[in-house]
């Protein structure tokens, strides 16, 4: 069965530089996820899209921003890249918002240097 | 708000028992549960929509609790691919908050 696609799946970067994570969710599903996970520590929701329009948004930095295409693919951009933004990054998708069960991408690990 | 989930870390041999639990002071609305191996994305387990609710998954199963707003996972006759962390997560029409999560190893 068709999973979460997620690219790349490493990435390192200098302290403010900017990096774009993609991720292509299951096919038909109509909610897009966007988690942040620090070493340790449980994920953080950061942003969904459902249909392509933002649904909610969490602790997402200003610098971050986000959005989902016709194709439902979902982009997060992230600008002024930190120390502290590296981090496991996933996306995940489901079918139906927030209450139904989410499928969740292999992550991009991302380091800032 | 942050569900809390106990224990935080629990030690089992192989074929032992452990339980799970995760309470919020919040009332419950949906429990989800999933397992996460270092460094690989959180596996969906299972998800607990009304009170009196009970799921399984090969040994691995759930109730839920909505009076005392709590929802336990139960891991029986465990094997060593078990080993991972357990996060529960709770929502209701809002996005998924999950606990900070219990870690289980299983060892031989």
């Known amino acids: 069965a068709a999973g979460v696609i997620q690219s790349p799946r490493h990435l390192i970067k200098e302290k403010r530089e900017t990096a774009t994570l993609k991720c292509y969710p299951i096919p038909r599903h109509d909610t897009v996820y966007w988690y942040q996970q620090g070493p340790g520590q449980d994920p953080q929701f950061l942003i969904s899209f459902y249909e392509k329009m933002q649904s909610d948004k969490g602790s997402i930095p200003d610098r971050f921003s986000a959005q989902q295409f016709s194709d439902y693919h979902s982009e997060l951009n992230m600008s002024s890249l930190e120390l502290g933004d590296s981090a496991l990054y996933f996306c995940?998708?489901?079918?139906?918002?927030?209450?139904?069960?989410?499928?969740f991408g292999p992550g991009t690990r991302l380091t800032v240097t | 708000q942050q569900p809390v989930q106990s224990p935080q870390a629990v030690i089992l041999r192989e074929g032992e028992d452990a339980v799970i639990n995760c309470s919020s002071s919040k009332a419950l609305y949906s429990v989800h549960w999933y397992r996460q191996k270092h460094g690989e994305a959180p596996v969906f387990l299972m998800i607990l929509l009304k009170g009196g609710e009970q799921k399984g998954h090969e040994k691995i199963s759930a109730s839920f609790n909505e009076k005392k707003q709590q929802s336990s996972l139960y891991l029986t006759a465990s094997q060593l691919s078990y080993s991972g962390t357990y996060f529960c997560?709770?929502?209701?029409?809002?996005?998924?908050?999950f606990g900070k999560g219990t870690r289980l190893s299983v060892i031989a």
């Open positions: 995940a998708s489901s079918l139906g918002k927030n209450s139904y069960e989410q499928y």
């Open positions: 997560g709770t929502a209701r029409n809002t996005p998924l908050v």
